[in-house]
């Protein structure tokens, strides 16, 4: 409902109630790069603010990964039906798809992490650094230029990530592009690789101390 919220909000906010005066993808353009930095904004500061501000989750992981499932599966009404009205490539929708599903498995994970502490001061830190995270590619290429900023400060960024592959352009994504989405891809399948090892290490942990029965 949140994300459907924000999504819609963030609509009205860029196109307002009324189309532009002349219907082209080329006015479409930098608009929709604009929608896709707000959804970005979107998965990385406001979903964990969400999570982060509620009470603590018995089980971060598994409402991690269905918050996300459903997160990704509500963008797909946004990302598919704009090919109408935009010059991207099917391989630019599939590669901007990529990065929308990489941006919110890596938020994903890093709230798997986060929502089941008990620390009201470890929480806060959590959504400090995610908050780092998030804005670290945009004010480094505010500051430096985008030619300075490395490819992996822009993959673990979610609204840069999807501020590159919405650009308006009608060009196949180019070998930097892919080299920025395996980037993360990669980060998001490490920190779930960590997010289930650290589950499996505290759970084996626990049936030791007889916590918890090793049946359930």
Known sequence: MCSALWVFLS???????????????ASYGPSLNLLYVSVGIGIAIGW?????????IPKPAMQAAL???AIFMLLQIVVWPLRLVTSWTLSRALALDGALAAAVALTGALLALSTGDLRPRARSFAMAAMVVIAL???ISTWMFGAEHVPA??????PPALLARFSAPKPLDPDAADLRVLQGAVAAAAALWVFVCLSRLLGRRAAVRQGAVDPLS
């Open 67 to 69: 918050d996300g499932l």
């Open 152 to 157: 992996f400060v822009e993959a673990i960024s």
């Open 136 to 138: 670290l590619a945009p």
């Open 11 to 25: 609509w009205v906010f860029i196109f307002g109630w009324h189309p532009p005066v002349q219907s082209q993808s």
């Open 48 to 56: 964990p603010l969400l999570r982060l501000s509620a009470r603590p």
